[in-house]
């Protein structure tokens, strides 16, 4: 248990026992973030715990104080919707050949050490479809009144804790190949379901991806993040009936695996026709995910 006095101080006035922190600096040291991040995580499950045998006391109402990320969250997504003009579009994708990719690269040995899902297409989609609409991965600069422009993709994975919802980023997402990219999305989700995640790694973000197919929901309306202008939300897959024509010209109903894609972007500086072909070209690689190599 290694830690530097400030560190040990804050630890004793946050009532937190090192010993059950986890430590994330070099040579095993543990941080003042470390620390605030166990507080902040204590008092949420503490709250939870609370909320969870209060019912045998026959109260009618439970209060549970709005704290650490679950309060920074609320005031970011609160001050997002007021001031940023939001407009959703939606897409159903017949996202086929994606999930054949997907079970290819699971049998692949590039990939054996790495979890590979249809997130992870998504995401390299997402990257290919910024190239191609560069003004999607922009922010709104309200007292300079400009529009920047981010020549790097920072991807936030939007991410369940028992902390609350919080939206760690791969950083320099563009840069990567996919397996990087498995990697990069499956340590940033690890840490985060750990409540390990640093607040570096949650600032400086261009585009978010909120996967609620997870849920076994379809779609959303998601809310912007705070100095970002898009956020894709991933509905579920699921097998439906689908027109296809078939090597004739013929139409014929086939069973394929279906998504809804939403696309929330800021009006002020994306317009429908920016926001419609960013969302199309996203759609027509989880179609064909062959297309990413041509326009990548």
Same mark, same amino acid.
Request: with cysteine; charged share 25%; aromatic share 4%.
């Given at each position: ?36 991040? %166990?507080?902040?995580? $204590?008092?949420? +499950?503490?709250?939870? *715990? ?7 006391? #026959? ?16 005031? *970011? ?18 996202? =086929? ?33 910024? $190239?191609?609409?560069?003004?999607? &991965?922009?922010?709104?600069?309200? $007292?300079?009144?400009? /529009?920047?422009?981010?020549? %790097? ?6 991410? *369940?804790?028992?902390?609350?919802? /919080?939206?760690? &980023? ?6 990567? =190949? ?8 499956? =340590? ?14 949650? @600032?400086?973000? @261009?585009?978010?991806?909120? +996967? ?22 991933? #509905? ?10 078939? #090597? ?49």
């Amino acid at each position: 248990m290694l830690a530097k006095p400030p560190v040990r101080k804050l630890a004793k006035d946050l009532g937190v026992d090192l010993e059950d922190v986890i430590a994330s600096g070099e040579g095993g040291i543990i941080t003042r973030s470390d620390v605030e991040a %166990y507080a902040t995580g $204590a008092s949420t +499950n503490g709250a939870a *715990a609370a909320a969870a045998e209060r019912p045998a006391d #026959g109260a009618l109402e439970e209060r549970i104080p709005v704290k650490g990320v679950r309060k920074m969250t609320a005031q *970011a997504m609160v001050q997002s919707a007021f001031t940023a003009p939001h407009v959703t579009e939606w897409v159903t994708v017949d996202v =086929t050949k994606t999930m054949e990719l997907v079970e290819n690269l699971k049998r692949d040995r590039e990939f054996r050490d790495v979890k590979v899902t249809a997130l992870l297409v998504l995401a390299k989609a997402l990257c290919v479809a910024i $190239a191609r609409n560069p003004g999607i &991965n922009a922010a709104w600069d309200e $007292a300079a009144q400009e /529009i920047v422009v981010k020549r %790097y993709v920072n991807l936030g994975i939007a991410a *369940a804790t028992p902390r609350g919802l /919080i939206v760690p &980023n791969v950083k320099d997402a563009h840069t990567m =190949t996919m397996r990087q990219l498995a990697d990069a999305i499956g =340590t940033l989700t690890a840490t985060a379901r750990e409540g390990r995640t640093q607040p570096a790694d949650m @600032s400086g973000g @261009s585009i978010t991806i909120t +996967n609620v197919g997870v849920f076994g929901v379809d779609s959303g309306t998601p809310i912007i993040n705070p100095g970002e202008s898009a956020i894709v939300c991933f #509905g579920a897959i699921r097998k439906q009936p689908w027109v296809v024509t078939n #090597g004739a010209g013929e139409d014929e109903l086939a069973i394929r695996h279906v998504t809804q894609l939403a696309v929330s972007f800021d009006h002020r500086l994306i317009d429908g026709e920016l926001g419609s072909r960013f969302l199309a070209d996203v759609a027509a690689i989880l179609e064909d995910p062959g297309r990413g190599l041509v326009w990548g």
